[in-house]
Nanobody, 113 residues
Framework: QVQLVESGGGLVQPGGSLRLSCAVS????????MGWYRQAPGKQREYVAV???????AYADSVKGRFTISRDNAKSTVYLQMNNLKSEDTAIYYC???????WGQGTQVTVSS
């Protein structure tokens, strides 16, 4: 059974950085396209970034130039490096295996002074 487990969230000041991790178990990770999504209070879940099995990446306009998605196939882990964080980045961040119904449990990111 495939499981996605996020970690790395927390409280950070505006302009700060965090790195989220998503560990994938139970299947051959390297064949999966993976993504990060987020959901702010009172809003719908939205796309943040994706990375394909070949390493191609794409980003939402709101995070382009500030966030970087990457993957380590040897560790079956996908990362989201978040720099220059803004208050509007406050949300629960979820890892998702594209093309499936698999989601992680989420990790809270709060950007506040």
């Amino acid at each position: 059974q495939v499981q996605l487990v996020e970690s790395g969230g927390g409280l950070v000041q505006p302009g700060g950085s965090l790195r989220l991790s998503c560990a994938v178990s139970g299947r051959i990770f390297s064949i999966n396209d993976m993504g990060w999504y987020r959901q702010a209070p009172g809003k719908q879940r939205e796309y943040v970034a994706v990375i394909t099995r070949s390493g191609s990446t794409a980003y939402a306009d709101s995070v382009k130039g500030r966030f970087t998605i990457s993957r380590d196939n040897a560790k079956s882990t996908v990362y989201l490096q978040m720099n220059n964080l803004k208050s509007e980045d406050t949300a629960i961040y979820y890892c998702h295996r594209l093309g499936s119904t698999l989601w992680g449990q989420g990790t809270q990111v709060t950007v506040s002074s």
